[in-house]
């Protein structure tokens, strides 16, 4: 196992959704579960009461923001809308028929669509109906509101994609039950993801780097069932991933070559990266390959201004 992969290891927290394209909770509302439509691949919630309210994750954050994010960031700005009126930003990447990947963005909070649309009536932005939505252009993007808190985001096909979902038109998530199942144990936390079966193939192929093309990886990652994780700051730093298997024998695969990988860089590793090495615990539980990595908010904000963590966030 090479030094570039065990740095994606390790930074794993950091690069799950570097994949797919974009970046993070709390429970999912009755409104954001409707517009998911059900080939979704991967969802990514965060919750940003909790951002505000953690320095470590703030810059965090600021490090790691994936375009997606910055761009909805600012949509939501050119809509009038205050970040701190933001509860919960969600992200769904999904499959279409004729449009490949999409991804659609939803803001939940205490904005109000009447001083929205007034701002919109002022510059004369001027909205176009879909099924029982308005979709309205907003700084390179589309959005429409699904009610008085939740706000949909993202480019034409997805948002109509979405509100297919919505309306009935399309399946949505609630007829994914594998997704939906994987939802229940994470949607609590402050920070969580879902991955479907191909999404945690590409995650842990983007983790492992070389070992990837070994023929073990070509074997178990087709018993990848889906994978979660979970992230939260309030004693330290806690982030932990599951990925779901078929069979014990491919998770503790699977947990077998991480841990050769991390022991080998251990006996070697100095300073930072020792210190990474030692913030992170892999293991298998049955049919469930396990990652754990915890450190104090000094340590992290320490990884975070690395060359290490600058040399694999790119």
């Known amino acids: 196992m090479d030094r570039g992969c065990m740095k994606r290891i390790v930074f794993l927290v950091f690069l799950l959704v570097a994949p797919a394209v974009f970046m993070h909770g709390a429970a999912l509302g009755t409104s954001s579960r409707a517009v998911i439509p059900s080939e979704v691949q991967q969802i990514i919630s965060v919750d940003y009461r909790t951002l505000r309210n953690s320095p470590t994750a703030l810059s965090l954050k600021e490090r790691v923001l994936p375009d ?21 930003l969600t992200f769904a990447l999904f499959r279409t028929e004729k449009n490949g990947l999409k991804v659609i963005g939803v803001a939940n909070g205490q904005f109000s669509p009447k001083v929205v649309l007034a701002k919109f009536k002022k510059q004369k932005v001027v909205g176009q109906k879909y099924k029982s939505a308005q979709i309205f252009p907003l700084s390179g993007t589309q959005m429409a509101f699904l009610d008085d808190y939740t706000m949909l985001f993202g480019d034409m096909p997805a948002i109509k994609a979405a509100l297919d979902a919505r309306n009935g038109d399309a399946p ?11 939802i229940g144990a994470v949607e609590g936390g402050p920070i969580w993801s879902v991955l479907d079966d191909k999404g945690s193939q590409n995650m842990l192929r983007s983790a492992l780097g070389d070992v990837s093309k070994l023929a073990d990886y070509d074997m178990v990652k087709k018993r990848l069932i889906g994978s979660r994780y979970q992230m939260d700051f309030n004693d330290g730093v806690n982030f932990n991933l599951d990925v779901i298997t078929s069979d014990n024998m491919t998770a503790a695969t699977l947990s077998s070559m991480l841990q050769v990988g991390k022991r080998l860089k251990e006996n070697n590793a100095t300073g930072i990266e020792k210190l990474a090495m030692e913030s992170m615990a892999v293991d298998s539980d049955s049919n469930q390959l396990k990652i754990h990595f915890k450190t104090d908010d000094k340590k992290f904000e320490t990884l975070l201004r690395s060359d290490l963590f600058a040399s694999v966030s790119r």
């Open 68 to 88: 997606n994010l910055k761009q909805f960031e600012t949509a939501l700005k050119s809509a009038g809308v205050d970040e701190n009126d933001v509860d919960q």
């Open 172 to 182: 949505s998530l609630g007829s994914n039950a594998k997704v939906s199942d994987l």
